[in-house]
Each structure stands twice: as structure tokens, then as C-alpha cells.
């Protein structure tokens, strides 16, 4: 082969993979079509469809570049710690009270952290979001770098969870996310923690309540929420020279943190509860908690501590003034 022989291939070459980059609808799209058609048996038209019908909105890589969660704990609280929120919970309590105690007995999780969690995530249902969640997971799958792998993959599941449930594709909204229903699913989480609580044969995260409430408590449950348990513990002292790294996921004991020179309250607990210290952003300060398991549990639903604390201190408070 002569060298314009050679130089003439690669030309076709390079300018039939730019056509093809240029018939694609997203950045990837190919690679994303071969992939979601593998893994989850989706109609290749069906996916190309979706692709060519998803948009790219701007206002969706603006509000996850800003989340609530990057703010210092003194911010993120007062958004949910309201007169309003808590009395809106507890007005949602009464309202469902025979349904949150099914749901509170059959999953072992206490009907104030149900109630806090739909009404940290959606305001008890009254917001679930207003981006089409094809247009959400697009955005965020071809164009967030930082996080495009998990959004791809989430839109995958979107596409085979309307399949399952009989959603409809093109119409469904949530957040900028791409969370869905009441309780705010990501559609891999749908798919395997959301469950029919009220016998339809569906799995509605809109419409049905049972359902809805009763996929958040199966969430907590399946990720070893752990029944009667505390979440936090209130910390009267912390050594100034402490130097010691402390995960959300309790990795040390009761025991170990006292012996750390951390005091606390430990409600009668066993020394070797698995436990941690969590720090925030307070006002006047740091402030310093007494991470139990539940917590932990709490930030598998949203890995923020910020969101974990939130959800703790409005169930309490919702407790308070149901009681």
C-alpha cells in the first residue's frame, strides 16, 4: 500500500467516526447504547429514542453544582428545622396514622424518621420535582464529567425501571437528580428497594402512599436499620488535641471514644456499640455528636451528615409535638 494509499484510509477513517460523533444525540451516546442494551435487554430503538428526545438544560449542571449539602450546618439546618416542616409532619402523622404504624411495624423503623424523610426530601409529597428525569440523567450522564458514570448508569435503569412499572418514559419528572416519588428514588434504588405495599401489583411512588412510605422504611430496613436503637448521641466534651480520623460509618466503639477522652451521654448503651464522632459547622462553633449505626443508615438514603442530622432532629421534633 503506498503512503496516499495509507494517508486516504485514515482520512475516511477520521471522517466517518466525526459522522458518527455528529449523528450522535449526546457525546457517548454509541458507547452508552452498546452498553444499557447489554446489560439491561432494552430495545435499541427504545434507547436511541430517549437519547434523541432528551435535552441538555443548563439550570440542571447550575443546581448540582450548588447543592444544599455544600453549605456549613448552621445554613443547611434552617431550611428544614421550621415551624411549618415540623407541623406539617405532625398534621401528616395524624392524618396517616394507622399506614405509618403498619409500615413502622412491619419494617422496624420509627414513624417519625419515615415522616422526617418525605418531608425533608418532597415537603410530605407536596414537591417531587419538575425536571423530566430523561432530561435530568441525559445531562448529567454526557455532560458532568465528575459524576457522569453514575448518571449514565442511572439513566439505564430509568429506561428498564418505565419498562417494569409502566411508567411513562417521556413524562416522568423529579429532581435535577433524576429522584423520583415522594421519598425521592434514583431509579437503580427504585428498582430494588421501592416495594407494593398496597398489594396493586405496581410500585407507585406518586400516587400510592402505602407504596411510597413503605419503600422508604424498606430502604432503612434492607441497610440494617437497627429497630429501638438511637441514631445520635448528645457530646458534652471533646480533647482540643484530638487527632484522629472519624468516617461516618462508625468504625470505632463506645468504649474507644471514651477512652479517646470524649464525654458522653451513652444512654445505658453496651461499650462495644459500633459508634463515631461527627462534627458540624455551628454558628458559634463546631458542634460534636455521637454517630450510632442508624445514622449511618440515614446518610445510605443520603450520604451527607448535614442531611442525616436534619432528618434526626425533625423527627424529634415531629415526635415532640405529636406526642
Known amino acids: 500500500m503506498t503512503f496516499k494509499q495509507r494517508f486516504l484510509l485514515v482520512f475516511v477513517g477520521c471522517l466517518a467516526a466525526v459522522s458518527s460523533q455528529a449523528d450522535e444525540p449526546h457525546p457517548g451516546a454509541s458507547a452508552f447504547i452498546e452498553r444499557v442494551t447489554a446489560e439491561h435487554g432494552l430495545d435499541v430503538d427504545l434507547v436511541r429514542s430517549v437519547l434523541a428526545d432528551a435535552r441538555y438544560q443548563q439550570s440542571i449542571i447550575d ?49 417519625e424518621v419515615i415522616v ?29 464529567p465528575r459524576r457522569a458514570d453514575f448518571f449514565a448508569s442511572e ?9 417494569e412499572e409502566d411508567l411513562p418514559l417521556f413524562e416522568v419528572r423529579g429532581s ?52 429501638g436503637a438511637p441514631i445520635v448521641l448528645p457530646v458534652e466534651h471533646v480533647p482540643g488535641d484530638l487527632d484522629e480520623e472519624f468516617p461516618v460509618r462508625p468504625r470505632h466503639s463506645l468504649a474507644e471514644l471514651n477512652a479517646l477522652g470524649i464525654a458522653f451521654e451513652s444512654d445505658d448503651l453496651a461499650p462495644e456499640t459500633a459508634a463515631t464522632l461527627i462534627e458540624l459547622e455551628g454558628a458559634e462553633g463546631p458542634e460534636f ?35
Open 63 to 111: 443546581a448540582i453544582s450548588r447543592p444544599a449539602e455544600a453549605r456549613p450546618w448552621y445554613q443547611y439546618r434552617p431550611i428544614f428545622m421550621t415551624e411549618p416542616r415540623i407541623a406539617g409532619g405532625v398534621e401528616f402523622w395524624r392524618a396517616n396514622a394507622d399506614l405509618l404504624s403498619a409500615i413502622s411495624e412491619r419494617f422496624g423503623v420509627p414513624v
Open 116 to 144: 422526617a424523610i418525605v418531608g425533608v426530601e418532597t415537603n410530605y409529597g407536596m414537591n417531587t420535582g419538575s425536571f423530566r428525569v430523561i432530561d435530568a440523567l441525559a445531562t448529567l450522564g454526557f455532560y458532568f
Open 155 to 163: 439513566l439505564g435503569h430509568f429506561m428498564a425501571l418505565a419498562a
Open 176 to 227: 435535577y437528580a433524576g429522584a423520583m416519588g415522594i421519598g425521592q428514588f434514583i431509579p437503580s434504588s427504585y428498582r430494588a428497594y421501592a416495594v407494593d405495599f398496597d398489594g396493586s401489583g405496581r410500585r407507585d411512588l406518586w400516587r400510592s402512599l402505602p407504596d411510597a412510605l413503605g419503600s422508604v422504611a424498606n430502604y432503612l430496613a434492607v441497610h440494617r436499620w437497627e429497630a
Open 289 to 323: 455528636w455521637i454517630g450510632l449505626n442508624n445514622f449511618y443508615v440515614i446518610t445510605r438514603y443520603n450520604r451527607s451528615p448535614l442531611y442525616a442530622m436534619a432528618v434526626t432532629q425533625l423527627a424529634e421534633a415531629i415526635r415532640e409535638q405529636a406526642e
